[in-house]
Nanobody
């Protein structure tokens, strides 16, 4: 297993940017697919972005395509989510997750992940 710690959340005006980071413990980080999920008050947790183990394949929910970029550095055991052109509807607690999904398994469902961080709050004001 890996332990995950997110950082980088905060308050930003609409149109601004934030960069979330997720630091993972352990020596097997490169064997995990990584994902970012978010949960707004009163709503269910939703998938935001994911990246395969090698870092060459990424996935995004439609509402963040072109605005968010997920990346990973396997040498530093980190995964990042660069968020640009933020909107008030992006306000949520963002959590990173790690899972050992096979290449044919989707990464958009939280059931594919068995390690979760504590989350970091992102608030976008209008």
């Amino acid at each position: 297993q890996v332990q995950l710690v997110e950082s980088g959340g905060g308050l930003v005006q609409a149109g601004g940017s934030l960069r979330l980071s997720c630091a993972a413990s352990g020596r097997s980080f490169s064997t995990y697919a990584m994902g970012w999920f978010r949960q707004a008050p009163g709503k269910e947790r939703e998938f935001v972005a994911a990246i395969r183990q090698a870092g060459t394949i990424t996935y995004y929910i439609d509402s963040v395509k072109g605005r968010f970029t997920i990346s990973r550095d396997n040498a530093k055991n980190t995964v990042c989510l660069q968020m640009n052109s933020l909107k008030p509807e992006d306000t949520a607690v963002y959590s990173c997750a790690a899972g050992r999904a096979a290449p044919w398994q989707p990464l958009t469902q939280d059931s594919q992940y068995d390690n979760w961080g504590q989350g970091t709050q992102v608030t976008v004001s209008s």
